[in-house]
């Protein structure tokens, strides 16, 4: 997207744009923001979900086809660069740390194993119910919520 918009969409607005997990995955990510900005509608909302933290960028990132990373203060500019006031933002899942610095940074893995993924899956309605008592301080994955005016 960040080369223009789609011949598809040219000339379509929407309320909600939803970005889960893709955005790290294009390289003119600036430009694609600000094509979504584009395509919404006064008052309309952008919701992206990426990975965070750059200082977490490993083999598990590069093999997945990510640029990057983000920093909660890098995607805030970048949305308000692209037109956005931030209306929310949060970090979440806070035990994934663990295992994507263990496979990715210590192990230097390119996938994660299946079997590690399993028992996470399986533990993970548990772990999300103990962040949401808290509200954890870090996370694997950044939520941003753009507001166009």
Same mark, same amino acid.
């Given at each position: 997207m960040g080369q223009g918009i789609p011949d598809?969409?040219?000339?379509r607005t929407f309320d909600t744009i939803v970005c889960m997990n893709v955005? @790290?995955?294009?390289?003119?990510?600036?430009g694609t923001l600000k094509n979504f900005s584009a395509m919404l509608r006064p008052k309309g909302k952008l919701v992206l979900v990426v990975p965070a933290y750059q200082v977490l960028f490993n083999p598990l990132d590069s093999h997945d086809g990510h640029f990057r990373r983000y920093e909660k203060a @890098?995607?805030?500019?970048?949305l308000v660069d692209a037109g956005f006031s931030v209306v929310h933002e949060s970090r979440f899942n806070l035990f994934g740390i663990l295992?994507?610095?263990l496979n990715g940074t210590i192990l230097r893995r390119k996938d994660l194993p299946s079997g590690q993924m399993g028992l996470f899956?399986?533990?993970?309605?548990?772990?999300?119910?103990? @962040?949401?008592?808290?509200g954890p301080?870090?996370?694997?994955?950044?939520?941003?919520?753009?507001a166009k005016p």
């Open positions: 598809i969409l040219a000339g955005l @790290e995955h294009i390289e003119d990510d600036a @890098e995607l805030r500019s970048k295992g994507w610095f899956n399986k533990v993970a309605p548990f772990l999300f119910w103990l @962040e949401n008592l808290t301080p870090m996370g694997l994955s950044l939520l941003a919520v753009g």
